[in-house]
């Protein structure tokens, strides 16, 4: 990229850095150390955040599209967020300045130029992050999704497994691979991420792939949104989706509800989840709740979503297991109550 | 309240559906009451002329304390019993099908049914609920003299005079292939008699399939848009739905589709009618004229359908994959 080959990594971050510092005058972010955030950390919690990329398109230059982006970034990383993610292909789509794939498409393994400023990021907020880039591997190229770990390095990549046919098929000739379809999850110190990339949404393999590998968070990078799609999967492998696109960013529960989205006037989303907290029927969780708020009270959340009929049990004492509340209350998860019906319907079934 | 739609200013494949929730006639001490409420509230329907209305799960028996085996409530579904001769009646009367959810025997077996009666009050189908609880499955623990047994895993569609229909119930909305198997199958509408609600579950299933979902429940009924989109719901005023719905519709992936819409809508203008999906890239496009099939517009214009482009995607794909 031979705009960016006159600026290190390290000093463009440092200059958007500035930018940014104008940007944020006046706002009322607070210091991350003040607030003390990592200290009140419950087991299986974890901080999700994710930005989405409106108002930021069509652009001019990569440069400008990464120093904006990281604006944005660093809006949301006084959150102190463990994963950051970012949309689909962030550093090129919807940009004019035309690059082929050999010289836009980063290295899987060693840090390349836009993986670099990532990875700095990273290492600065101590935080995951999405990073989805062209990249080339045994001399395939691929639209990824890549991992950073908190200490800057590639810690797994994804391959988009379903690409358009002009992803594929270009007419300059040099097309993206389809990724595999059995890739692995991949193990972060707060659970199992798996992700998901745009036209995938379509194929109920990539969403039954991580389902299967037992996912905690899927990131799902996008230009278009995907809508309900996405609570429809967060439901049906009852694991949390994070999504960042071209039109919106959003949190989504197990439950299949919206956690937190962007919105016109804040261009980023967040929040505060727990691998821990289960998914249960309304019935007949409704008739034993009176018992187990008297029981135990605050040190409980319990959340009924009507919407999705639904119920959500996760503690919020780190001395409390929300599968230890489930026997002693007789409770089943979803999975469990369906597995065990199955099990009766074979039996029965002619 | 509609008028009254005469069919012949209807369009060549609207359908009137209509469905009715059970909500406010639970708890019921008797069966005899509960029927008696249920045609009642069938009554508000009559001047819409439905094609087809669809009731809640075991319409008789769902929550009335009367106490019955399994023996005396279960229906044959060769030879109509009192539930299934009562609203035989109504079907014909009114010339229009019935989903009638009851408890039925065949063969020395128990299922929780829903039975298709066609416009001459016949049977024309029944389905057996797939996936019961494990409370009505094990004998002597939901019912008395007995359990329910699961139906075939594969379930049926039915041809109606106005086209292939699914059924399902309650516990069903729990697995996905069901609801999958019946789109293979050609299903373009699913009738849901179930006690519980099932919420936003259907809407999915709906968008998933491209098929229109009607529901009847204990809780609500809805008409539910191959979108997802709920086009009619009950409430406070109106514990039924009744609505029309246009099988002359397709669905399609948004992009590149997007780019022809202009030309199709200035070719066709009001008689071809687009609903686009935003935020999940979907579009459904209608014909609103007698004449237009969508699926020759579709071909004029060069544009797949969902499943079409999905399948040839996936394709390339495989082609491509490493």
């Avoid at chain 1, 960016?4 to 440092?14: A, E, H, I, P, W």
């Avoid at chain 1, 390349?112 to 080339?136: E, L, M, R």
Wanted: proline content about 4%.
């Amino acid at each position: 990229m031979n705009h960016l080959k006159n600026v290190s990594r390290r000093n463009f971050l440092r200059q958007s850095s500035i930018g940014l510092g104008a940007g944020i005058v006046g706002t009322s972010l607070p210091s991350c150390k003040a607030a003390g955030l990592n200290d009140k950390k419950l087991p299986g919690e974890i901080r999700l955040a994710s930005v989405d990329l409106k108002g930021l398109w069509p652009d001019t230059t990569i440069e400008s599209r990464i120093k904006r982006i990281l604006a944005r970034m660093n809006d949301i990383a006084g959150m102190q967020p463990d994963i950051l993610c970012l949309p689909e292909l962030f550093d090129t789509i919807w940009v004019n300045e035309e690059k082929s794939l050999a010289e836009l498409a980063q290295d899987e393994k060693e840090l390349g130029t836009i993986t670099g400023i990532i990875s700095d990021f990273a290492i600065k907020n101590n935080s995951y992050v999405i990073c989805p880039v062209y990249t080339k591997t045994q001399g395939h190229y691929y639209n990824s999704s890549l991992l950073i770990d908190r200490k800057g390095n590639i810690a797994g990549a994804y391959h988009k497994m379903h690409p358009t046919k002009t992803e594929i098929i270009t007419r300059k000739g040099e097309g993206v691979a389809a990724g595999a379809l059995d890739q692995p999850v991949i193990e972060t110190d707060f659970g199992k991420v798996g992700m998901v990339i745009c036209y995938d949404a379509n194929w109920l393999d990539v969403w039954d792939n991580w389902k299967n590998q037992g996912a905690d968070v899927i990131f799902f990078s996008s230009a278009f949104p995907g809508g309900r799609i996405l609570n429809y999967y967060a439901m049906r492998n009852s694991c949390y989706i994070v999504s960042s696109t071209g039109g919106d960013a959003r949190i989504i529960d197990k439950s299949g509800n919206d956690l937190d989205s962007s919105s016109t006037f804040v261009r980023y989303a967040w929040a505060t989840v727990n691998t821990g907290k289960v998914c249960v029927g309304t019935w007949p969780t409704r008739d034993r709740l009176p018992e187990i708020f008297r029981k135990y009270g605050d040190k409980l959340r319990i959340k009924v979503w009507e919407s999705t009929d639904v119920i959500t049990i996760e503690s919020l004492d780190p001395g409390l297991k929300v599968s230890d509340v489930l026997k002693e209350f007789k409770l089943q998860t979803n999975d469990e109550l369906l597995k065990e019906s199955e099990e009766a319907q074979n039996q029965y079934r002619l | 309240m509609a008028k009254m739609v005469q069919k012949e200013n209807r369009l060549p494949r609207e359908v009137w559906v209509a469905a009715l929730s059970l909500k406010g006639l639970w708890p019921e001490k008797t069966m005899e009451k509960r029927m008696k409420d249920v045609l009642k509230r069938m009554e508000s329907l009559y001047a819409f002329e439905p094609d087809i209305i669809c009731l809640p799960e075991t319409v008789n028996t769902s929550w009335v304390n009367e106490s019955k085996t399994l023996e005396e409530v279960a229906e044959d579904e060769n030879n109509p019993g009192p539930v299934t001769s009562m609203l035989a009646d109504v079907a014909r009367q009114q010339n229009c099908y019935i989903v009638c959810p009851i408890l039925t025997k065949n063969q020395g077996h128990y299922y929780n049914s829903s039975i298709l009666l066609n416009r001459q009050g016949k049977i024309d189908g029944v389905f057996h609920k797939i996936h019961p609880t494990t409370t009505e499955c094990v004998p002597e623990t939901y019912y008395k003299g007995g359990g329910i047994t699961p139906g075939s895993l594969s379930p049926p569609v039915f041809k109606t005079d106005f086209g292939t229909i699914g059924l399902q119930i309650c516990m069903d909305a729990a697995w996905f292939e069901n609801w999958h198997y019946m789109k293979e199958d050609g299903a373009e509408v699913v009738f849901f008699a179930s006690q519980a609600s099932y919420k936003n579950l259907l809407s999915h299933y709906a968008w998933l399939n491209h098929y229109y979902i009607i529901s009847s429940t204990g809780e609500d009924a809805r008409i539910i848009d191959m979108t997802g989109e709920v086009i009619s719901s009950d409430g406070e005023f109106a514990r039924w739905v009744c609505a029309p719905i246009n099988l002359e519709k397709a669905f399609i992936h948004i992009w590149p589709q997007v780019q022809k819409f202009d030309d199709i809508q200035k070719k066709y203008g009001r008689k071809i009618h687009f609903n686009i999906n935003h935020l999940e890239n979907w579009a459904t496009i209608e014909s609103l004229h007698p004449d237009i099939k969508v699926k020759e517009v579709l071909k004029e214009f060069g544009l797949p359908s969902y499943d079409e482009q999905i399948r040839e995607a996936t394709e390339v794909q495989d082609k491509y994959r490493v």
